[in-house]
Nanobody, 115 residues
Framework: QVQLVESGGGLVQPGGSLRLSCAAS????????MGWYRQAPGKQRELVAV???????NYADSVKGRFTISRDNAKNTVYLQMNSLKPEDTAVYYC?????????WGQGTQVTVSS
């Protein structure tokens, strides 16, 4: 089992920045990759960014150049630095862990970009 706890969401103006955190606990040795997904009202959940245990990253085209995913292995935490935020980035952001035992999700954190 893997437990994920997200933090860092909130309300920000267009052009602003936020940093999301996802702390993992439990069977973290089994995690292959961790990522961030988001789901806007009326839309399907979509991949935002992913980082593998080896440090390889991948991003959705819509966030390339604006968002950065990183991890602190000592703290078992993954971060999503979001810059130049746009209203279309508004969504619930979910942390995901892809482990040998399956996929695990956090509870989600709301990000609202609005003036």
């Amino acid at each position: 089992q893997v437990q994920l706890v997200e933090s860092g969401g909130g309300l920000v103006q267009p052009g602003g920045s936020l940093r999301l955190s996802c702390a993992a606990s439990g069977s973290i040795f089994s995690i292959n990759a961790m990522g961030w997904y988001r789901q806007a009202p009326g839309k399907q959940r979509e991949l935002v960014a992913v980082i593998t245990s080896g440090g390889t990253t991948n991003y959705a085209d819509s966030v390339k150049g604006r968002f950065t995913i990183s991890r602190d292995n000592a703290k078992n935490t993954v971060y999503l630095q979001m810059n130049s935020l746009k209203p279309e980035d508004t969504a619930v952001y979910y942390c995901n862990a892809d482990s040998q035992a399956g996929h695990y999700w956090g509870q989600g954190t709301q990000v609202t970009v609005s003036s």
